[in-house]
């Protein structure tokens, strides 16, 4: 009886414990979606909810009317779109190249910021001087020191077109704060690199062109972009001086119909070039502090 009984009570044990090594199932693939979903639908629903809160706020005040017509008027905008939409192209072509010299000009500041030996002390000396200046002073006002100086000088083999010096002085500012982003890049580079090139009998040219700036560029990237993004903005500094860029323009339209909708053009085309320049900004930052935590190099 007892052997008869034992075969049940071994399949027993067998099912448990098979039943305990047995594993978990994943999660339903509907349970995922619903747990990546709830948050963006969260966020849209709080944007909306909080902006059209404000737009009810805006709209249901009692000088609505005249500030919409003043600084709404679609005849406006459609009026004066062509004329901001030309000036708002020689934005972009001040900031292509603006962006193109501060990018080489800091670098050579930040290289000769790094530099060791007492051979370049003047070249540290130079470029700590350089942004320390430069840092300091406003950008509105070298525009105006540069823009109107110069030229006023009339100096020989000199130029003395407005936007030339325009653009210089964006890039003396700039390149003051780029420089300072390069030689955070270089400085984060590990000391064994540079330990290594030199065994190698590279010097600090050679050491800095095949081994530092490859890596320090990378790591600085996303903050680089930063600035180009303020870059983009503040190349409309450059209105002050006369040039008939996209604020200049919504400016004249303004003085000639004392209506202000055409700087709300000038403002849509900025955001248009700025926001997604921002977006791609945010999604090389969010992939470099992933490469980071992942230790790829």
Known sequence: MSSGASPPEQDTTASHREGRERPSRPAPARGRRSSRTTPIVISVASVVVVFGAVGYAITRAEQWPRIKRQFFNWDAMVASFPDVLRGFWINIQVWVIALVAIGLWALVLAIFRTFTGPWFAPLRVFAVVYIDLFRGMPALLLVLLLGFGVPALNLPGVPSSALFWGVVAVTLSYAAYAAEVYRAGIEAVHDGQRAAAKALGLTQLQALRYAILPQALRNVLPALLNLAVALQKDVALLSVLGIR??????????????????????AALFMLATVPLARFTDYLTKRDRQRRLQGTP
């Open 245 to 266: 860029d996209a604020v200049r323009e919504a400016q004249i339209y303004t003085a000639r119909t004392f209506n202000y909708s055409s700087l709300i053009v000038a």
